[in-house]
């Protein structure tokens, strides 16, 4: 047996400090190589464009630092941009003895310029991917690490220029130019080269067992773009393209990156020193030159940088779909439940394991057996459910028995849906899941009885339930009695009905209660007083009985119905009353008259019925609108209401005709003086709007005492109107039994 030593606590204490100190010197080292690693690159393009004397074709710094920020904590970034003006201003001083001649406030003014084109870059690319790894969305990161580029360098070489035009006298858009192209190409290739290394750290020269062909690739690239550049007699420029897309190819963000690393510090160099195939142009300058190398590198970056976030996206995805596959697989073997692929004709495509435990077969057995283990009851349900989601797609729960190994049977719910293949391209087919639920079925069995119990209530009661035993006090009242008169139920347990619902209810109730006591169920309305409000209700008393079928008090299933009887109580005013004048109706009249006239031949009554029209009321329609008539209709109901009495029926007929009945006018003077009472209503003008229509009625008057039928008197009446028409409208015309 081997012994673990466990350190003594006065050793642990000893150790516990040197953690932060061995941060702190791992930090301290870090910002040392940065520090360095600035000043060489900014030294190194000073030395190199005063050497050639021409402008610097790559800036490397700012690449170096924006990786630097993108990979430390956002807390530490204030830290490097320090470090990055003070390792400036160091190789500024260095390589220029005294600053270029400048004085130190132009080469700070650069140095912050500089800063801020890496802080915009960073901070784009950290705001749209706070962590980038191998999971990232690679095309996205470019497109967003391409714009905050283009954006940055722009910014700052307009500052730039500003500041070396004011210092030394630099032509503005020459310096514009050259320093934009060389910070572009400085961020795109020296920044995605940085990133990657720190990322990739180790596995940046492979992956162990591939290191030593990964080596050899690289020399291989390396030689081939050393050999092109080495001479000036043949334009070889395109032969580094295939070597570099190989490496893209083959090893990703790692061959890109070195890959481009190695063009760039060739074609640089060479350029600077006046060889290579940029050479072969005559008549040039080393501007131009260095000009022709940033678009040749710019090339470079447009053909294999798109190739490696292309390439990283799909490892992407196919590392997503991979980690699906696996889950699923993983889901599907190890799932309790049964878990199939089913084809269109039926075939199983896949088992999963469970088939094993739930019904003993083996995954090879199941798969080649058919529709012969489904229990011939629940066949046809089966086929009509599968035929149904193939033809609608919906999925949709299934129960169905399926016989095990052992013979018996087991009930099974089953959830299908209809899916693409997987590996089939363009069929579809059935992803299957079923569970056991046989013990449930069981258990429905044994709460049949119990069921059985509540069905009676739950298939009668409209709203409220509450039980009333043999003595009619409460045991049981639902909650929903608060809700409809407000009474808690807790108030009305163990109170007998009388107690709970007040004598004048109970006397009501008792006799039907009575009823319910004695076996048998009644149902009967009823209305009662709540809260100041009168409630109307509908009951249904039965008799609850216990299991073994002895008597046990009643069930009562009480609704609220008093909208409904609100509701018939309105349609009975509708039946009888003229929905836009308020007044009867034809059948409300005709229900009157022919009362009436039955009273009035039993007392041997003379009855006056006076037909009213109103003059010329289509010319207002069409005049003035249906509004302008249904106002006037309005009105002239309102008139004739207030000139008649109370006991006299008035009633619109349709359209513009009314007729007013009364029954207790004996003589021909009464009867005129109510007609020339009607007429002169309408003496006033009706106000429709800020017009006033003038309106008159023509009455027909009939005074009768022997009268058979309601028709007749309406005859009569209505020839007498027809009179009045004639003899020029606007008044009255009687004819009565007088004359």
């Excluded at 784009?124 to 940055?152: N, Q, S």
């Excluded at 293949?421 to 013990?439: A, F, H, K, N, W």
């Amino acid at each position: 047996m081997a012994w673990r030593v466990r350190p003594s606590l006065p050793t642990m204490v000893m150790h516990q400090p040197s953690q932060p100190y061995r941060e702190r010197w791992v930090l301290l080292a870090k910002m040392v190589a940065v520090l360095l690693a600035i000043f060489i690159t900014v030294a190194g393009s000073l030395l190199l464009a005063q050497h050639t004397g021409s402008v610097m074709s790559i800036w490397v710094p700012n690449g170096v630092l924006v990786a630097v920020l993108l990979y430390a904590p956002e807390r530490r970034w204030l830290a490097y941009l320090l470090l990055y003006i003070a390792a400036f201003m160091l190789a500024h001083y260095a390589t220029a003895g005294g600053l270029l001649g400048m004085h130190p406030w132009m080469a700070l003014a650069l140095a912050l310029i500089n800063c801020l084109e890496i802080l915009i870059v960073a901070a784009a690319i950290h705001h749209g991917f706070p962590r980038i790894a191998e999971d990232t969305r690679f095309l996205r990161l470019g497109r967003i690490a391409f714009g905050a580029t283009l954006v940055a360098c722009a910014v700052s070489a307009l500052m730039a220029a500003f500041i070396l035009r004011v210092a030394i006298g630099a032509p503005y858009w020459n310096t514009v130019d050259w320093w934009f192209r060389s910070r572009v190409l400085g961020m795109v290739i020296v920044g995605t080269l940085s990133l990657v290394t720190l990322i990739q750290q180790r596995r940046m020269f492979g992956q162990p067992g591939s290191r030593l062909r990964m080596s050899r690739d690289i020399a291989l690239h390396a030689a081939i773009t050393i050999a092109a550049f080495a001479q000036s007699r043949y334009p070889l420029l395109f032969i580094v393209f295939a070597p570099l897309l190989y490496l893209v190819f083959h090893y990703r963000f790692p061959g890109l990156v070195i890959g481009i690393a190695i063009v760039s510090a060739v074609t640089t160099v060479a350029t600077a020193l006046g060889r290579g195939p940029f050479d072969l142009i005559l008549a040039v300058t080393p501007g131009e030159r260095a000009l022709l190398a940033q678009i040749y590198l710019g090339v470079l970056c447009v053909v294999a940088v798109p190739v490696a976030l292309a390439l990283a996206d799909r490892r992407r995805l196919e590392r997503r779909v991979k980690d699906s596959e696996s889950r699923y697989r993983l889901l599907a073997d190890y799932a309790s439940d049964l878990i199939m692929r089913i084809s269109r004709d039926g075939r199983r495509r896949y088992v999963s394991p469970s088939v094993k435990d739930l019904l003993g077969w083996d995954i090879d057995e199941f798969m080649d057996s058919g529709v012969e283990l489904i229990h011939p009851d629940d066949r046809e349900h089966v086929a009509a459910a599968v035929a149904r989601l193939w033809e609608t797609g919906k999925p949709s729960l299934t129960e169905y028995r399926v016989r095990c190994r052992s013979g018996h049977y087991l009930w099974l719910e089953a959830l299908a849906r209809v899916a693409p293949s997987p590996d089939r391209s363009g069929e579809m087919e059935l992803v299957y899941t079923g569970r056991d639920i046989t013990e449930a079925k069981v258990a429905q069995e044994a709460l049949a009885e119990s069921e059985q119990r509540l069905r009676t209530i739950t298939d009668n009661v409209p709203a409220v339930i509450a039980h009333i035993d043999a003595e009619q006090r409460y045991t049981f009242v639902n909650g929903y009695v608060s809700a409809m008169v407000g009474v808690e139920p807790s108030a009305m347990i163990g109170r007998s009905v009388e107690d709970v619902r007040g004598p004048e209810v109970y006397a009501v109730l008792k006799p039907h209660i009575e009823l319910a006591l004695e076996g048998t169920t009644t149902t009967f309305e009823y209305e009662a007083d709540y809260a100041n409000r009168r409630y109307y209700f509908q009951a249904t008393y039965l008799p609850a009985r216990t299991a073994s079928g002895e008597a046990n008090g009643i069930y009562t299933l009480t609704t609220e119905i008093t909208r409904i009887k609100q509701a018939e109580q309105q349609l009975a005013f509708l039946a009888h009353h003229d929905t836009l004048t308020g007044i009867a109706n034809r059948r409300s009249f005709s229900e009157g008259i022919d009362k009436a006239v039955r009273h009035a031949a039993l007392v041997d009554a003379p009855l006056l019925l006076l037909m009213i029209d109103v003059d010329h009321f289509k010319q207002i329609n069409d005049t003035h609108g249906h509004a302008a008539g249904d106002a006037v209709l309005h009105e002239v109901a309102h008139r004739l209401r207030a000139a008649i009495r109370a006991s006299d029926l008035l009633a619109r007929l349709g359209g513009d005709e009314f007729v007013i009945l009364c029954e207790d006018v004996a003589t021909r003077e009464e009867a005129e003086a109510l007609a020339r009472k009607v007429t002169a209503t309408m003496a006033t003008p009706v106000l429709f709007g800020h017009r006033r229509l003038q309106v008159t009625l023509s009455v027909g008057v009939a005074l009768c005492r022997r009268i058979d039928t309601a028709d007749t008197l309406m005859h009569i009446a209505d020839q007498a109107l027809y009179r009045a028409k004639e003899r020029g409208r606007a008044r009255y015309d009687i004819t009565s039994d007088d004359a």
